[in-house]
């Protein structure tokens, strides 16, 4: 028997699309896969007054463990409360590559999965998508699809080239798997090498997004690897010797235009990992006789928590949607 994620606390993403949709804003969709990053996405949201969607990668989920994720999601809900705002939390399941995957994340108790069947011929990924959408739907949760591939690599995603999303094949895809949300390929890249040094950073292709729109009217879209790889994170990085020459990523200003279209999710992973292995770098760096994790884990922490939320301020407009 399967664990319901209203008994957990959490919400699906229907209600949290629809009121980004009417308000020109985008959901945050922080990846976490520890602690302290979960702490920080919570903390920043509380304090920004902003609706939240926890991520778990299949492979931060063998990482935690899947009971373990279980019942960190049902302690986030808790602490919102304790800090003092019931913030509406959803847990999904990004870039799940099977149907099995999908059904236990379900069963676990997230309230929201993507099964991502880009990477399959066109009637295949319908194929699938609709074998997840039939199975969660029974259970109320939601199901996000994805047309086109990203480039760059994500745990277990890679992917060389960017296959741009063919909006003539939109609608057949919605219609025929019944998805609640479906994430588009309009430029944006996994990781934290999205475009070559040096280079002028290609703008999206809000062409794309635009026709998307006019196809599916009213229909929640998903942008993922849109990270922007803060370039204070890798200089510093580099300054305490790590090797991140080059990294690049999607400018805020483009972020902030595709929010207020029906871009209504918008998926943060890389900038997160780069802010926490930055200041654990220069902690470490600067107290070299220090070895307890929790002295520098807290600095990094706090500055997690300083850069969710100023991206739910400056780039998502979420704050204050709570």
């Given at each position: 028997m399967g664990v319901s994620y209203k008994d957990i606390g959490l919400v699906n993403t229907k209600e949290m699309f629809a009121k980004a949709m009417e308000g020109k804003y985008a959901i945050p969709a922080y990846n976490f896969n520890n602690l302290e990053q979960l702490q920080a996405i919570v903390t920043a949201c509380v304090e920004s007054k902003s609706p939240v969607i926890l991520q778990v990668s299949k492979g931060a989920r063998e990482y935690a463990n899947a009971t373990m994720l279980r019942y960190m999601a049902m302690g986030a809900v808790q602490y919102a409360k304790e800090l003092g705002c019931e913030i509406p939390i959803a847990l999904h399941l990004d870039h799940g590559d099977s149907f099995e995957t999908a059904k236990s994340c379900i069963d676990s108790g997230f309230s929201s999965v993507m099964i991502d069947g880009s990477h399959l011929p066109f009637e295949e990924n319908i194929t699938l998508t609709k074998k997840v959408v039939d199975y969660a739907h029974s259970l109320d949760v939601t199901v996000e699809g994805e047309l086109g591939v990203l480039a760059g690599i994500e745990d277990d995603v890679v992917a060389e080239k960017s296959t741009y999303t063919n909006p003539d094949q939109v609608v057949e895809f919605v219609e025929k798997t019944g998805c609640d949300s479906l994430a588009i390929s309009i430029g944006t890249s996994h990781g934290a090498f999205k475009?070559?040094?040096?280079?002028?950073?290609?703008?999206?292709?809000?062409?794309?997004?635009?026709?998307?729109?006019?196809?599916?009217?009213?229909?929640?879209?998903?942008?993922?690897?849109?990270?922007?790889?803060?370039?204070?994170?890798?200089?510093?990085?580099?300054?305490?010797?790590?090797?991140?020459?080059?990294?690049?990523?999607?400018?805020?200003?483009?972020?902030?235009?595709?929010?207020?279209?029906?871009?209504?999710?918008?998926?943060?992973?890389?900038?997160?990992?780069?802010?926490?292995?930055?200041?654990?770098?220069?902690?470490?760096?600067?107290?070299?006789?220090?070895?307890?994790?929790?002295?520098?884990?807290?600095?990094?922490?706090?500055?997690?928590?300083?850069?969710?939320?100023?991206?739910?301020?400056?780039?998502?407009?979420?704050?204050?949607?709570?």
């Amino acid at each position: 028997m399967g664990v319901s994620y209203k008994d957990i606390g959490l919400v699906n993403t229907k209600e949290m699309f629809a009121k980004a949709m009417e308000g020109k804003y985008a959901i945050p969709a922080y990846n976490f896969n520890n602690l302290e990053q979960l702490q920080a996405i919570v903390t920043a949201c509380v304090e920004s007054k902003s609706p939240v969607i926890l991520q778990v990668s299949k492979g931060a989920r063998e990482y935690a463990n899947a009971t373990m994720l279980r019942y960190m999601a049902m302690g986030a809900v808790q602490y919102a409360k304790e800090l003092g705002c019931e913030i509406p939390i959803a847990l999904h399941l990004d870039h799940g590559d099977s149907f099995e995957t999908a059904k236990s994340c379900i069963d676990s108790g997230f309230s929201s999965v993507m099964i991502d069947g880009s990477h399959l011929p066109f009637e295949e990924n319908i194929t699938l998508t609709k074998k997840v959408v039939d199975y969660a739907h029974s259970l109320d949760v939601t199901v996000e699809g994805e047309l086109g591939v990203l480039a760059g690599i994500e745990d277990d995603v890679v992917a060389e080239k960017s296959t741009y999303t063919n909006p003539d094949q939109v609608v057949e895809f919605v219609e025929k798997t019944g998805c609640d949300s479906l994430a588009i390929s309009i430029g944006t890249s996994h990781g934290a090498f999205k475009f070559k040094a040096g280079q002028p950073v290609p703008p999206l292709r809000f062409d794309i997004l635009k026709e998307c729109e006019v196809r599916l009217p009213g229909f929640p879209i998903v942008l993922h690897g849109a990270s922007s790889v803060v370039q204070e994170y890798v200089e510093m990085i580099n300054q305490y010797g790590g090797k991140l020459e080059g990294a690049l990523g999607v400018p805020e200003e483009q972020l902030r235009q595709a929010a207020a279209s029906a871009v209504c999710k918008i998926n943060i992973d890389s900038d997160g990992r780069l802010a926490l292995t930055a200041k654990i770098r220069e902690f470490l760096a600067e107290h070299p006789e220090e070895f307890d994790p929790r002295k520098y884990l807290k600095p990094a922490r706090t500055e997690l928590v300083k850069m969710y939320k100023a991206k739910n301020v400056n780039v998502l407009g979420s704050a204050g949607k709570a």
